[in-house]
């Protein structure tokens, strides 16, 4: 099981802890993208990083609502590092 992102078709940002980033959808065959996440141990905040095989790079400019039940439930933080481990290029999400 991998910690994996989707941004499903209704611009819900899902989180969960699955096989395929297929399984955070419900049945549904579209998404605007996904990838991997992770809490900084420094400072408590979300790393999301990488790409869904299925759905490519996410499309963060989709998303409407977020479902933080896959991550425990209470909001924080975002950050989205597109050359992951790099650091370089992170774009901190406000949403």
Known sequence: MYQKFVIDSDGVLRFGT?????????????????GLWQID??????????????????????VER???SGVGGTPMPMTFYPHWPSREGAIHLQM
């Open 18 to 34: 699955v096989f395929l980033h297929r399984d955070l959808l419900g049945g549904d065959d579209f998404a605007f993208g996904g």
């Open 66 to 68: 977020i479902d933080w």
């Open 41 to 62: 141990p420094a400072d408590g905040s979300l790393i999301l990083f990488g790409r869904s095989f299925d759905f490519g790079r996410p499309d963060f400019s989709r």
